[in-house]
């Protein structure tokens, strides 16, 4: 098959959301509050991860890239989200939705495996504490992190560049807010059987490969608290892994079921993407700065140093 696209349509329509004027007034704005909340809370973060030496650790190393990657997740979904509850036409073209398509599944492997990068991490801290330094070396933290970048773009290039070969000439309607490669296949007039196998072949791969990661690490990490005789010690060492397991949660329940279930048009999809593409990034910086004392602290020390400056 010759690369590229051969849509006899230029362009889809998102009607994922609602098209009643009032309802899209009040969105435009409950979304809009979200993403600067995302953003600011995001920027915060890697701000204060980044200006005190406290944070130049492993744990916060991959909490930068975390809030680094929520901000460019939120800035792919959420823009177009807007302009959509804006504009009388809520189209898209094929181009553009099949680019954002790319970055979305781009963002969401990187996220995956970052999470498991950091479920390493907790691992190494509560069940080696001797060996921590050695077993997080700082050459593995940036193999980790780049590897999930690099692992990432690799398998959402593949499957767009799959998904760019198709052909869309009938229905135009995607039942959702935004672009994703399993809505796609239900449009296409071609033959898409191979583009589906992939992809479910990447999510078997990558999304259970990260996630038996996540949970092999958690395994030991909860058989070595059970095994700390004293209840404070095994509630210090639970509290340093209940952020991280709430934006596993988020993340691995919302994203797996999006790009595992089939594409129906109901609710329950666009409720899934909402979730993992819009929530989960206003969330994780939220989870992290709230449960965590040291970051509240020097949220604190730097607002009131911000304040000071400026009188």
């Given amino acids: ?47 204060v991860i980044r200006a005190s030496s406290l944070f130049h650790t492993p744990m916060y190393f991959f909490l930068s890239h975390l809030s680094f990657l929520d901000l460019c997740y939120s800035s792919v979904t959420v823009p177009r989200m807007l302009e959509n509850l804006l504009s009388e036409k809520k189209t898209i073209s094929v181009e553009d939705c099949l680019t954002q398509a ?64 198709l052909d869309f000439c009938e229905s135009q309607v995607i039942s959702n807010f935004i672009c994703e490669i399993p809505s796609l296949f239900p ?3 071609s033959n898409s059987s191979i583009n589906f196998a992939v992809l479910l072949c990447s999510a078997l791969l990558h999304a259970f490969g990260t996630f038996l990661l ?43 079921l999006r790009y595992l279930m089939p594409t129906s048009g109901s609710p329950l999809e666009v409720v899934s993407s909402m979730q993992y593409s819009v929530i989960t990034p206003l969330v994780n910086p939220l989870v992290y700065s709230l449960k965590n004392k040291e970051v509240k602290e020097a949220l604190k020390n730097m607002v009131q140093k911000s304040l000071q400056h400026l009188k």
Avoid at 236 to 244: E, I, L, R, V
Avoid at 245 to 250: E, H, S, Y
């Fill in 1 to 47: 098959m010759a690369l590229g696209n051969h849509s006899t349509i230029p362009e889809f329509l998102l009607l994922g959301l609602p098209t009643d004027h009032h309802a899209q007034a009040l969105l435009f704005v409950l979304f809009l509050v979200i993403y600067l909340l995302t953003l600011s809370g995001n920027l915060l973060m890697i701000l």
């Fill in 102 to 165: 790319f970055f979305v599944l781009d963002a969401g492997g990187t996220e995956l495996c970052l999470l498991a990068a950091m479920a390493y991490d907790r691992y190494a801290a509560i069940c080696y504490p001797l060996l921590y330094g050695q077993m997080m070396s700082d050459v593995l933290c940036m193999g980790l992190v780049w590897g999930s970048w690099g692992l990432a773009f690799l398998d959402a290039f593949i499957n767009t560049l799959l998904a760019w070969n």
């Fill in 187 to 189: 449009l296409s007039c």
């Fill in 214 to 256: 996540v949970f092999f690490s958690y395994a030991r990490i909860v058989s070595t608290i059970l095994s700390i005789s004293s209840t404070t010690g095994r509630s210090k060492a639970f509290s340093t892994c209940s952020s991280h397991l709430t934006a596993v949660t988020f993340f691995y329940g919302s994203g797996l």
